[in-house]
C-alpha cells in the first residue's frame, strides 16, 4: 500500500536526518562540533512516530517526525501528518502556560511534520519507573500544576469568549487523533470488536459482563458524547504515564499530538487512571507478597496529592485571574456575591471531579479490554495474576463510571482501590 | 466616525441595488419586466440590517445586506460583515434539512453581505401576529419540525465526529454575534449596566431582587457557560417569534446570522420564552379583561405543542437516523441494549428539556431588564399594566431557571404561567 504524502515529506532516516539538521542554526549550535561525529538513533517506542536522539560535542537534541501511519497498526492505518502540526500547537501553549514542565523547542518544521526539542537526559518514561518501584517526589506536585495551568488558562475562565473560539477553530482539524480516541477508548472495549483483546481465558467472564452492561454502555456514551461536544479547554489528549518524562527532580510532559478542546476531565481522568492501573499491576512486579507495599501506598498518595493539588491550584489561578468571559466578575462584586461565587467554585470542581472520575474509568476499561494495553500489566507473565490485577482494575473502573456519586473524594477513590487489591477476582478459564 | 469596509463593500440604497440586480439573472428573472420598473422599498425593522422588499411584474425577491454596525445602536457598535457569511451558511443548511421552512436563496454575495431570496408575502412576521391575535394553526408543528430537524441533522447524534468539528470550525469565527449574546443575555441583566432599561419604577424591585439573587446569577452563569462551551448543533441563535414569518397555512424561519455550534436547548429556549412573553403581555392587548382568553389558551397550547411536538420529531429522527458517532448503534444492539438505549433517549430530552428551560428564562429576563425589549411588552402603553405583565414574566423565568427540576414537563411551566397570570405583583413606583 502506497500512502499518499505532501510534497516535499520523507521520513528520514539517521543519515538523511544528519544532513538535515546540520542546516539548522538552532539545532546545529546545540550539538556543536561536526555533523558528521553526532550520534544518533531512533528509539521511537510509541505507536505513531519516528523518534531520534541526536547527540553532538556540546549537547543532545531529541528530533520526532510524524509517520503517514499508525506505527503500531502499520500502513493500513493512515494518520494524517498534520497531527505535528496540532502537536506542536499544543507544545508550545503548554510551554508558557506551564513553564519548565514541557520540552523546549529547537524547530518545527511543517513540511516534514518534524519537531526538534530538548533532549531530556538522563529523564525516562514514568511509566518504566513506575513499573521498576521508583518513587517521584516531585511528580504529583509539577502534573497537577502542569494540568492546573494549561487547563484553567484556556478555558473561559481565562479567556475572551472570541479568543477561546480561536482556539476551538485551530484545533478543530485533529479529527483523526480524536476519531482513535471516540474508538478505541469510547466504543470498542464495550463491543465485539476485532481491535479488542485481554487476558484471555482468565478475563472472559469480565469483558463478556461489559459487554452486556447497559449502564456502563450509557455512561461510556454519555462520555463520549462530553468528548465530542465539549469545549471546555485545550486537552493534552493522552496524558498518561508514557508521556511523563522525569527524573526525581524534573518532570517533562511530552507528545500532546492528541491536543484540541475538549472537556478537561479527560486529562485529569488519564492521571488518575493511569496510577490507578499501576498500583493494581504491582502484585505482577514485587518479588514477594506485599515487597511492594511501600510503593504501592505511595502510588496512591501521588493519586490523592494529584487530584488535591489540581483542585487547589485550579481554584487559586481562577480567584487570583478568573479574566475570561465565564462567571463574570461584576454579577459577583458584593460580599455576598463573593461568597456566592465561592462556594460555586467548590460546586464546579465537584463537577470537574466526577467528569474526572468518568474519564478516568474509560482509559482504565480500554487499557484492559481494548486495542492499546500499558505494560504495567502487560508485563506480569504469569497470566493469572495479571488477569486478577486487571480484574480488579476493571471492576474499581466500572463503579467509577456508573456509581461516580460513590466517590466524592478522591480518598473515596484510593480507599476503594485498597480493598479491592485485596479481593480475590473469580476468574474465567 | 468612519467604519472600516472590505474593498468592494458599499451599503446600497434602492437606486443602486436596481442596477445591481439587474446583473443578476437568478434576481432579474424572478422579477421581470425591466429594473427601471421595479418597485423597491427598504424596509429593515430588525436591528442589524438592509432589507429591501423588490417587485417585479412577475414576482419580489427580499434583499438583506448587512451593515458595518448594530442598527439598533448606531456607527458606535461595528459589527462584522462576515455575518452574512454566517446566515447564509446557515440559511443553506437550515434549508436542506427543513425543506419549505425557510425562505428559497437566489444569490449570495460574499463582498457586499448580501443575500437575495424570496419575498415572502403575504406573511407576517409572526410577533406582530400575535400582538393582534392571531391563531396560527400550523406554527407549533412547522416549528417543532424546524428545531428538530435543523438540530438534529447537525448533532453527534447524526453526524460522524469529523464533519461536526468541520462545522464546528466553519462557525468558530462568528465571535461578534455570539458575543451580543453572552453580553445582552447572560450578563447585563444581572447587574448595572448603562444599557440595561426597564419599566421604571414599577419594576425597580423586580430589577434590584434580580442583581441580588446569587442563585439566579450562579443560574445564568451556569448557561453561559453551556453557552460558549457545548457544542452540541447547529443552533439559529435568535429563533425568536421576530424570526419567524408566517400565514396561517405557511411558516418561514428567518434571519440565521446568529448561528454557530452551540447547545440545542437555546434554541427551543428562545420559542418558549417568547411565546410566554406574548402570553402574559396580553393584559395590555385585550379591549376588555378576559377578551383575550381564547387566544391565551391557544398560546400555551402552542407552547405544549412546540415542545411536546419537538421531542417527539426528534426521538423519531434518533430512532431511525442514528447514525451519528454519539450512542453508537452496536453498544445497544441486543434486545436489552436497544430498551437500554430507549429509556437513555428519554432521558437525553429530560436533560435538553432542562437546558431548554433555563434558556428561556434566560430569554425572558433579558426582554424585560435587558437592551433590547419585545413589542409584545413594549407596545402596552399603560406602564402599570406593562409592568404587571413583566413581573409575572420575571417570576416565572426566574423559578424556571433556579427550580428547573420543579418543572419536569412543558405543562408544568404553562400551568405555572396560568397561576402566575391571575397573580397581582406589588409593583415599585
Redesign the interface.
Known amino acids: 500500500m502506497t500512502l499518499e504524502v505532501p510534497p516535499g515529506y520523507r521520513a528520514h532516516d539517521a543519515q538523511s536526518l544528519r544532513f538535515y539538521l546540520a542546516d539548522i542554526p538552532a539545532v546545529a549550535g546545540k550539538l556543536g562540533g561536526a555533523a558528521a561525529d553526532w550520534a544518533i538513533e531512533e528509539v521511537g517506542d510509541g505507536n505513531l512516530n519516528l523518534v531520534f536522539k541526536v547527540r553532538g560535542p556540546d549537547g543532545g537534541v531529541a528530533v520526532k517526525q510524524a509517520l503517514p501511519y499508525l506505527r503500531l497498526v502499520g500502513e493500513a492505518w493512515p494518520l494524517p501528518l498534520e497531527r505535528a502540526h496540532f502537536e506542536h500547537m499544543a507544545l508550545s501553549r503548554e510551554g508558557r502556560y506551564a513553564p519548565g514542565l514541557t520540552p523546549e523547542i529547537y524547530h518545527y518544521d511543517e513540511t516534514l511534520a518534524l519537531i526538534a526539542m530538548e533532549l531530556l537526559e538522563p529523564h525516562i518514561i514514568m511509566r518504566h519507573g513506575m513499573i521498576a518501584g521508583t518513587v517521584y517526589p516531585k511528580f504529583a506536585g509539577d502534573l497537577s500544576t502542569f494540568a492546573a495551568n494549561t487547563l484553567f488558562f484556556t478555558s473561559?475562565l481565562a479567556l475572551k469568549?472570541?479568543e477561546?473560539?480561536?482556539l476551538?477553530?485551530a484545533f478543530?482539524?485533529n479529527?483523526?487523533l480524536?476519531?482513535i480516541t471516540?474508538e478505541l477508548i469510547f466504543?470498542e472495549p464495550?463491543?465485539v470488536a476485532e481491535r479488542n483483546r485481554w487476558t484471555a481465558p482468565y478475563l472472559d467472564p469480565f469483558a463478556a459482563a461489559i459487554r452486556?452492561d447497559?449502564?456502563l454502555?450509557?455512561a461510556?456514551?454519555r462520555l463520549?458524547?462530553k468528548f465530542?461536544?465539549?469545549?471546555?479547554a485545550m486537552i493534552h489528549g493522552d496524558l498518561h504515564t508514557g508521556s511523563v518524562m522525569l527524573t526525581e527532580e524534573d518532570t517533562r510532559v511530552i507528545d500532546p499530538e492528541f491536543a484540541f478542546m475538549g472537556p478537561m476531565g479527560f486529562d485529569t481522568g488519564a492521571v488518575i487512571a493511569n496510577l490507578l492501573l499501576n498500583y493494581f499491576s504491582q502484585v505482577g512486579h514485587e518479588e514477594a507478597p506485599g515487597a511492594r507495599d511501600e510503593y504501592r501506598r505511595w502510588v496512591l498518595s501521588a493519586t490523592r496529592d494529584f487530584w488535591n493539588g489540581f483542585r487547589e491550584k485550579f481554584l487559586r489561578l481562577w480567584e487570583e485571574n478568573g479574566t475570561g468571559?465565564?462567571?463574570?466578575a461584576?454579577?459577583?462584586a458584593?460580599p455576598?456575591?463573593k461568597?456566592?461565587?465561592a462556594a460555586?467554585r467548590e460546586a464546579y470542581m465537584a463537577r470537574l471531579f466526577a467528569d474526572t472520575l468518568g474519564f478516568a474509568a474509560a482509559k482504565m476499561i480500554r487499557r484492559i479490554l481494548g486495542l492499546a494495553h500499558n505494560i504495567d500489566l502487560e508485563h506480569i507473565a504469569d497470566e493469572r495474576v495479571r488477569a486478577t490485577a486487571e480484574a480488579r482494575g476493571l471492576t474499581l473502573a466500572r463503579d467509577m463510571m456508573v456509581n461516580t456519586e460513590a466517590y466524592p473524594s478522591i480518598e473515596a477513590v484510593t480507599a476503594q482501590a485498597e480493598r479491592l487489591n485485596a479481593w480475590e477476582p473469580k476468574l474465567g478459564g
Open positions: 473561559d469568549a472570541a477561546k473560539k480561536e476551538i477553530a478543530a482539524g479529527t483523526e480524536c476519531r471516540e466504543t464495550y463491543m452486556e447497559g449502564d454502555k450509557v461510556i456514551s463520549k458524547v465530542m461536544g465539549s469545549a471546555e468571559d465565564a462567571y463574570p461584576p454579577l459577583f458584593s455576598e456575591g461568597l456566592r461565587l460555586e
